[in-house]
């Protein structure tokens, strides 16, 4: 079971603004260690959206950001698009595992 | 730009054990971390643990008794190996290199614990 959670879905409609919260603790989110963010279409290796917790690789759009606070970082889509509907997936290490920890998933839905 | 590729058997029988090659092709193993990760049917994304290049491991608790993560650096890849599987087990295995900027992944092989 993950350390991360996240919510099991969200919606919008295309042009809304989706956000996307992993929660976490003291030992991983909460201790300063990063997150980053993938996302993953079906039948494909999940892609890299957010790393260390707010940036975004080159190629990936600026509608894409992410933020962390204390022991929660949240991932924000807008301007949601058609090609967005994916699963969602946070990451980050967790020191009492000795081990790194993915979030439970979120499925974006477009409407 | 380094890429990754699993390799090996699709179908496992119960009880075996589950051997998987990830070979690193665009860059070299040296210097990073590599890790497996796991995605059953219809599930999320699990660590199963990573290595370092020198060969330091680092294993999920829930998997340590039956994993062994090892690395061969003049065949730039590294291995998995899970003993004694159950359909449990059946799952999408990823590989990736482990990396401040995000982790690079691996297209993913599908094992199927299965008599």
């Known amino acids: 079971q993950s350390v991360l959670t996240q919510p099991p879905s969200v919606s919008g409609a295309p042009g809304q603004r989706v956000t996307i919260s992993c929660t976490g603790g003291?030992?991983?989110?909460?201790?300063?260690?990063?997150v980053h963010w993938y996302h993953q279409l079906p039948g494909t290796a999940p892609k890299l959206l957010i790393y260390?917790?707010?940036n975004r690789p080159s190629g990936v759009p600026a509608r894409f950001s992410g933020s962390k606070s204390g022991s929660s970082a949240s991932l924000a889509i807008t301007g949601l698009q058609a090609e967005d509907e994916a699963d969602y997936y946070c990451?980050?290490?967790?020191?009492?595992?000795?081990?790194?920890?993915f979030g439970t998933g979120t499925k974006v839905t477009v409407l | 730009q380094v890429q990754l590729q699993e390799s090996g058997p699709g179908l496992v029988k119960p009880s075996e054990t589950l051997s998987l090659t990830c070979t690193v092709s665009?860059?070299?193993?040296?210097?990073?971390?590599w890790s497996w990760i796991r995605q059953p049917p219809g599930g999320g994304l699990d660590y199963i643990g990573d290595?370092?290049?020198?060969?330091?491991?680092s294993y999920n608790p829930s998997l340590r008794s039956r994993v062994t993560i090892s690395v061969d650096t003049s065949k730039n890849h590294f291995t998995l190996r899970l003993t004694s599987v159950t359909a449990a087990d059946t799952a999408v295995y990823y590989c990736?290199?482990?990396?401040?900027?995000?982790?690079?992944w691996g297209q993913g092989t599908l094992v199927t614990v299965s008599s």
């Open positions: 665009g860059g070299s193993i040296s210097n990073y971390y």
């Open positions: 290595i370092f290049y020198t060969g330091s491991t």
């Open positions: 990451q980050s290490y967790d020191s009492s595992l000795s081990g790194y920890v």
């Open positions: 260390a917790n707010s």
């Open positions: 990736a290199r482990v990396d401040n900027s995000g982790w690079t």
């Open positions: 003291s030992s991983n989110i909460g201790a300063g260690y990063d």
